[in-house]
T-cell receptor, first 110, second 114 residues
Framework: GQSLEQPSEVTAVEGAIVQINCTYQTSGFYGLSWYQQHDGGAPTFLSYNGLDGLEETGRFSSFLSRSDSYGYLLLQELQMKDSASYFCAVSKTGRRALTFGSGTRLQVQP | NAGVTQTPKFQVLKTGQSMTLQCAQDMNHNSMYWYRQDPGMGLRLIYYSASEGTTDKGEVPNGYNVSRLNKREFSLRLESAAPSQTSVYFC?????????????FGQGTRLTVV
């Protein structure tokens, strides 16, 4: 099976930078993606890393290192609205199942 | 463009009752998914369908059945509901292209089994 590990909670202050890590135990997968979910809402797609390296989308960046079985989501210039849960997810090569980590709850404080 | 539509949004069942959660997408996606979300457990895959006419078990399939009625619709059935199935259920869909990994989610169904 696939196992994705994330920290359960992270706290940061407005305007700061925070990194949410994701380590995984799987092989042969298409890439690592990240989703955001506000309380009471549905998950929404943030970013995808199909190749090793950094992908940047505005204030959010995501990184993947297949050799280290590791990725992270970097959020810059934190805003109060960034308070949410963040999930990493993988899709294994040859299968269409999309498996999620248990999520990291980010609390942004004033 | 409605995206992914789930019904109902809320449901209360008695133990042993059955029900079907409906999901439809209008994005012409091949793959569809059902997840359940419990506090602290993240999203756990129940069943998925990679294309019309195929379904596969996910991580937690016991107590559930699914039907991929056509390309648009993917339903989840609880034959005999149990309190352990109290959860928030999400349907999702995505295209099958290898480089396209974005999944689109419905707004969820909050199910309570008493």
């Amino acid at each position: 099976g696939q196992s994705l590990e994330q920290p359960s909670e992270v706290t940061a202050v407005e305007g700061a930078i925070v990194q949410i890590n994701c380590t995984y135990q799987t092989s042969g997968f298409y890439g690592l993606s990240w989703y955001q979910q506000h309380d009471g809402g549905a998950p929404t797609f943030l970013s995808y890393n199909g190749l090793d390296g950094l992908e940047e989308t505005g204030r959010f960046s995501s990184f993947l290192s297949r050799s280290d079985s590791y990725g992270y989501l970097l959020l810059q210039e934190l805003q109060m609205k960034d308070s949410a849960s963040y999930f990493c997810a993988v899709s294994k090569t040859g299968r269409r199942a999309l498996t999620f980590g248990s999520g990291t709850r980010l609390q942004v404080q004033p | 463009n409605a995206g992914v539509t789930q019904t109902p949004k809320f449901q209360v069942l008695k133990t042993g009752q059955s029900m079907t959660l409906q999901c439809a997408q209008d994005m012409n996606h091949n793959s569809m998914y059902w997840y359940r979300q419990d506090p602290g457990m993240g999203l756990r895959l129940i069943y998925y369908s990679a294309s019309e006419g195929t379904t596969d078990k996910g991580e937690v399939p016991n107590g559930y059945n699914v039907s991929r009625l056509n390309k648009r619709e993917f339903s989840l059935r609880l034959e005999s509901a149990a309190p352990s199935q109290t959860s928030v259920y999400f349907c999702a869909s995505r295209a099958n292209r290898d480089t396209n990994t974005e999944a689109f989610f419905g707004q969820g169904t909050r199910l309570t089994v008493v």
